[in-house]
């Protein structure tokens, strides 16, 4: 009755777990296409790409007018003034003119309508200054477009490390039945005094090891899952993802492709050249003058929202700023620093890409051999331990080296296992790095 109740609690447990995590099948493509969506790192770097656009947007102010509206109303005894309002408000008469009112021409108000635009005709430091905002502009969008190849970059990694978690859990679930029935036929030939009882508890300890090994891997299928949500910014909790199994890659001969100078995070320094070059220039032209139209529109009279007179005044404006102590000058050698350090980052860049993926095509073609080798190994142990196996039901060998070749096979098979993952991480991570 007790063993009942107990198969029933395990049971209940195992549909609770089951529950907490339900499991949901994603291929590879589909990882993409969420990360593509819904990946933070990617709509933060959208959102930088738009303020830096929005930026270059205010630039328009170098071609466009500005025009401003106002109403004022304005009570004084000044007699100068008030006598300007009475010009102003067309109601000038003779009787304006005595002395005494002049001098004192108690309240006067004016009410004051004014229409107000400023045009830019040649401003040349503002222009070149628009253009380096626009090459900045471009930098956030080669910024944005790196940082979604780096994400689908990160997908697939993650992506890899959840399948060798899931080929880790198979190798060793079968390693356990292995070395689980190995336990079973050392019990019986220790019952019938075969062998010691050392070599029987030699088999559980294995049992125990790999059980540990097995509930951290699936801890680690736990952990993968996790970090997969994250990555294509998944709003569901608790999900584990079922995958493509980890298939052999083909060994195909590889072929060595050079660093692309279009990549999009080389073509964003480019771009901030090209900025701190337009900035320079900018500061150039700034010793030069600018000229500008201006009008005003205006509508006076002494009562509110009165618009009995109306004047206007339009004219065009030329101004030299001669010396600015030495702003301009000081400005236009910070752009000048600006842009040389710019090239010196971008030259450094490339030389540290091209070592990069030097470097990575090596890894690459180890990883192929690591495989070829592997496979060749878990061959070799598979028939050691079908050797050892058959001689040890007979009585020929030993428990500790049938155990010590079931352990050989199982580590080949999570060797290269784990090279196959990282071959593919390492392909995913050149197609990165030669990305255009």
């Known amino acids: 009755m007790k063993r009942e109740k107990s198969k029933l609690l395990i049971l209940f447990l195992a549909t609770m777990a089951l529950n907490v995590h339900a499991q949901r099948y994603l291929s590879m493509n589909e990882a993409l296409t969420s990360a593509h969506e819904n990946n933070a790192s990617s ?58 009112k002049l ?50 970059f990160e997908v697939k990694k993650m992506y890899n490390q959840l399948q060798f978690s899931y080929k880790a859990k198979e190798i060793l679930e079968q390693s356990l039945a292995d070395v689980k029935a190995i336990h079973r036929t050392s019990e019986n030939f220790y019952a019938q005094g075969l062998i ?45 993802y079922l995958t493509d199994s980890l298939d052999m890659p083909r060994q195909a001969i590889i072929e060595k492709q050079p660093l692309s100078l279009g990549r999009a995070d080389i073509m964003a320094l480019e771009k901030a050249v090209e900025a701190a070059g337009m900035m320079q220039k900018s500061a150039v032209m700034s010793f030069l003058p600018r000229i500008n139209a201006f009008g005003t529109y205006q509508l006076n009279d002494s009562k509110a929202f009165g618009f009995d007179a109306n004047s206007y005044m339009a004219g065009i ?75 040890y039901k007979e009585g020929l060998s030993n428990t500790t080296d049938l155990l010590a070749a079931q352990a050989q096979l199982s580590q080949q098979q999570l060797l290269r296992s784990q090279a196959v993952m990282s071959y593919n991480v390492t392909k995913a991570y050149i197609e990165f790095l030669s990305e255009k």
């Not at 400023?118 to 910024?143: C, F, H, T, W």
């Not at 891997?217 to 569901?236: M, P």
């Not at 095509?361 to 196996?389: C, G, M, P, W």
């Open 317 to 391: 404006s030329l101004s030299w700023t001669i010396f600015s102590g030495n702003r301009n000058r000081s400005k236009y050698k910070s752009y000048q620093y600006q842009k040389i350090k710019l090239e010196k980052e971008k030259e450094l860049h490339i030389q540290q890409s091209n070592l990069e993926l030097n470097k990575t095509y090596r890894e690459l073609s180890d990883f192929q051999v690591e495989i070829q080798k592997h496979t060749t190994s878990v061959e070799q142990a598979t028939e050691a331990l079908r050797i050892l196996n058959n001689r």
């Open 196 to 240: 010691q009882e050392s070599d029987v508890l030699n088999a559980l300890v294995q049992v125990n090891t790999i059980e540990a090994a097995l509930a951290k891997a699936k801890s680690n299928i736990h952990n993968a899952s996790e970090g997969l949500a994250v990555l294509i910014g998944t709003k569901e909790e608790g999900v584990v």
């Open 103 to 152: 001098n004192d021409p108690g309240s006067v108000e004016n009410y004051n309508a004014k229409a107000e635009m400023r045009l830019p005709l040649l401003n040349l430091d503002m222009i070149y200054a628009r253009k380096g905002a626009k090459s900045q502009r471009e930098v956030y969008l080669y910024k944005s477009a790196r940082t979604k190849q780096y994400v689908d």
């Open 43 to 100: 709509q933060i770097s959208d959102l930088e790409e738009r303020i830096a656009y929005a930026n270059y947007r205010q630039t328009d102010a170098v071609f466009l007018p500005q025009i401003e509206l106002g109403y004022s109303a304005v009570s004084t005894n000044n007699p100068l003034n008030a006598f300007g309002f009475l010009l102003n408000q067309a109601s000038v008469t003779a009787a304006d003119f005595d002395p005494t």
